[in-house]
Antibody, heavy 126, light 108 residues
Framework: QVQLVQSGAEVKKPGASVKVSCKTSGYTFTSFGISWVRQAPGQGLEWMGWISPYNGNTNYAQTYQGRVTMTADTSTNTAYMELRSLRSDDTAVYYC???????????????????WGKGTTVTVSS | EIVLTQSPGTLSLSPGERATLSCRASQSVSSSYLVWYQQRPGQAPRLLIYGASTRATGIPDRFSGSGSGTDFTLTISRLEPEDFAVYFCQQYGRSSYSFGQGTKLEFK
């Protein structure tokens, strides 16, 4: 079955960087995009960006432009999200999610995140 | 950026009752890009509905989605104990996603 297994919890100091991994299995890695979504404690969901493992194309939310890098290793079917210059308000659970993007028989395009990792808790504290 | 506003913030109901959750967009959203997720405490979000009205694989038929343009609705016809959770709507547009702030469905 399709699985996204994320790396373990991290504790970082302000100003540091964190790199979270998302190892996938059960499907063709290059056939689906991977989105990263974060959730601060007690808050809602915030989309951070997307990567295509097929060609490495990325699309970052404006909020994170210049501070985030998403990569994909097709040899290990693993996606990565690195966030730099961490602040206390970056404390959150970070999720990777597989993105489904398809056209139905009528030519209608659909986008949604159909499988999610369990999340990685990143705590930023001095 | 399209802003999604969900209402109510909290909905207090009992098992067996009907739940109606609203998601309103600040501008028109393509129905094929409107999605609903369920998040239980301590768990990752789970895909419920995509394309505004299509249930994801394995989702019970008590869940239904409807709407178009700027107004979308998630309906749970008869609440089961495991349905008490937080529900988020999401839209895709201009190569980015945005989420509503969530509706918490709690036991009355």
């Amino acid at each position: 079955q399709v699985q996204l297994v994320q790396s373990g919890a991290e504790v970082k100091k302000p100003g540091a960087s964190v790199k979270v991994s998302c190892k996938t299995s059960g499907y063709t890695f290059t056939s689906f995009g991977i989105s990263w979504v974060r959730q601060a404690p007690g808050q809602g969901l915030e989309w951070m960006g997307w990567i295509s493992p097929y060609n490495g194309n990325t699309n970052y939310a404006q909020t994170y432009q210049g501070r985030v890098t998403m990569t994909a290793d097709t040899s290990t079917n693993t996606a990565y999200m690195e966030l730099r210059s961490l602040r206390s308000d970056d404390t959150a659970v970070y999720y990777c999610a597989r993105e489904e993007d398809y056209y139905d028989s009528g030519g209608l395009n659909y986008y949604y995140m159909d499988v999610w990792g369990k999340g990685t808790t990143v705590t930023v504290s001095s | 950026e399209i802003v999604l506003t969900q209402s109510p913030g909290t909905l207090s109901l009992s098992p067996g009752e009907r739940a109606t959750l609203s998601c309103r967009a600040s501008q028109s959203v393509s129905s094929s890009y409107l999605v609903w997720y369920q998040q239980r405490p301590g768990q990752a979000p789970r895909l419920l509905i995509y394309g505004a009205s299509t249930r994801a694989t394995g989702i019970p038929d008590r869940f239904s989605g409807s709407g178009s343009g700027t107004d979308f609705t998630l309906t749970i016809s008869r609440l089961e104990p495991e349905d008490f959770a937080v529900y988020f709507c999401q839209q895709y547009g201009r190569s980015s996603y945005s989420f509503g702030q969530g509706t918490k469905l709690e036991f009355k």
